[in-house]
């Protein structure tokens, strides 16, 4: 962006631009600010924030922005006169920091109390205008950066919905990993560059299986690896979806001790990221809702306890199909809700096994109970079988207009037919290419590669 001023600036002058009268002109205009939490310390933080002018040169200016939750207080600040009113936080320029030439910036900084997990202010403002600019890539979750956690910030749960920071309903369309216990060849920088450029994706789904060689094999290498991905995911700008994967045994109150353990450790690390989601299981099978309703209120209390704002997502019965799959409907959860706020409940299909009488159930479900699809396949719920192109377009299509956030199984060089990657692609570095997708793969890519188009006021 900084080249692209310059170069313009650089036209506009060789064309004699600059001294062209043109009546009305609009001044140019746009901002970057760069929000840095420099300490912190019980119930207090000091931060830095470094605006930089991308529009005109401007002489005076006052910088706005609006604290994240009604615990946090400006205590005092400096390089700039300070004021609160209700959330939002004023500073105007003292006399020797007024100008800011294009391009030029200047370091403010302030001190404040906060509860819960000090997350970043949001809806910064010089002289009225959002300071959106993006000149290269610092931290791809900051406030302006145009990455999905750049642009929506903390997510949150209204109504039905997904909400962003601007409290507006989203969507997030992504990919789940296969299980890290087996493909962790496919989780590198070069994999996860692609993920996030190529295929646009919003969202990286982290599975970790809890049995099957997993997570109870090695709790503290499989809760640091799952902390890495996070890491990776959000260095790009994308969410990070953390689904422990209980599958066999179907009953998650199995793992009910493991899942606390676990979910303390990377809720109170995770804690300050705005990237991060929590699914704590992944597909309850042969348990009641009462039991699956009984171990989210035991998991969702520890995890609140760390994070206090993060999404959490819960499994519903019978391998999360809201109950369809064992004969029973979505009416079972809108009678007996989880007791918690801030939640959403897993819906999962595969395209192949899974058609109408699902799609009815969603359909009818969304404008009750907020979902999200953590996982569903475009093939045979094996993950092989057949590649249902028609049956997956219809699903894609009616997320799509519910705006319900999709993951796919699997962004994986696995030897089935819902991988998206051909077998061996992780033996390589290529990524990118058509060359290296299955059906699946290219028509996942296809679909989440789309504008996001997300609600940005
Ligand atoms: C499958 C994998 C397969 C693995 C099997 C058992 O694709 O390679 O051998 O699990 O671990 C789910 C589960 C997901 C399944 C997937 C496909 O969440 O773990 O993965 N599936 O069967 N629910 C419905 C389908």
Request: aromatic share 10%.
């Amino acid at each position: 962006m900084k080249r692209m001023l310059a170069l313009l600036a650089t036209c506009a002058t060789a064309l004699g631009l600059t001294t062209l009268a043109v009546p009305q002109a609009v001044a140019a205009t746009g901002c970057k600010v760069d929000y840095t939490v420099t300490s912190q310390w019980a119930g207090g933080f000091q931060a830095g924030v470094k605006i930089t002018n991308l529009g005109d040169p401007v002489s005076n200016w006052t910088l706005k922005f609006t604290l994240p939750d009604a615990g946090q207080k400006l205590t005092q600040g400096w390089n700039a006169t300070w004021s609160q009113s209700g959330s939002t936080v004023s500073a105007t320029n003292l006399d020797w920091n007024r100008t800011l030439a294009t391009g030029g910036s200047t370091d403010l900084g302030f001190t404040g109390t906060f509860t819960g997990s000090n997350p970043k202010p949001s809806a910064f403002t010089l002289n009225g205008v959002a300071c959106t600019g993006d000149i290269g890539g610092e931290d791809p979750t900051d406030p302006g950066d145009s990455t999905p956690v750049g642009t929506n910030g903390q997510l949150h749960v209204c109504g039905v919905n997904l909400c962003n920071q601007y409290n507006r309903p989203i969507q997030l369309r992504g990919m789940s990993t296969h299980g890290i216990q087996w493909f962790s060849k496919c989780y590198n920088n070069a994999s996860l560059d692609a993920l996030a450029k190529d295929w646009k994706s919003d969202l990286l789904r982290i599975a970790m299986y809890v049995q099957e060689q997993g997570y109870e094999t090695d709790p503290a290498g499989f809760t640091s690896r799952v902390n890495s991905y996070v890491d990776m995911a959000e260095a790009r700008g994308m969410y990070a979806l953390i689904d422990f994967h209980t599958l066999t045994p179907g009953d998650p109150n199995y793992n009910l001790d493991r899942a606390k353990t676990f979910f303390a450790s990377v809720a109170a690390r995770n804690a300050a990221k705005k990237n991060v989601i929590y699914e704590i299981a992944n597909e309850p099978n042969g348990v009641s809702w009462t039991a699956i309703k009984n171990y989210a209120e035991q998991v969702i209390p520890v995890i609140r306890a760390a994070d206090p704002d993060a999404v959490i997502i819960v499994g519903t019965r019978g391998w999360s199909s809201l109950g369809v799959s064992d004969g029973s409907n979505e009416t079972e959860v809108i009678n007996n809700p989880v007791n918690a706020t801030n939640i959403m409940y897993a819906f999962h299909f595969y395209a192949a096994s899974h058609k109408d009488n699902y799609r009815a159930a969603v359909s009818r479900a969304a404008s009750k109970l907020p979902l999200f699809v953590t996982e569903f396949g475009t093939v045979t719920a094996t993950g092989g079988g057949t590649f249902d192109r028609t049956s997956t377009t219809a699903w894609l299509d009616l997320l799509d207009q519910l705006k319900i956030s999709y993951a796919n199984w699997t962004y994986s060089d696995a030897n089935e037919s819902s991988a998206a990657f051909k077998p061996g692609t992780c033996n390589g570095t290529d990524y990118s290419s058509s060359a290296v997708l299955t059906d699946s793969g290219a028509l996942l890519k296809s679909r989440i590669s789309t504008p996001d188009s997300f609600p940005t006021s």
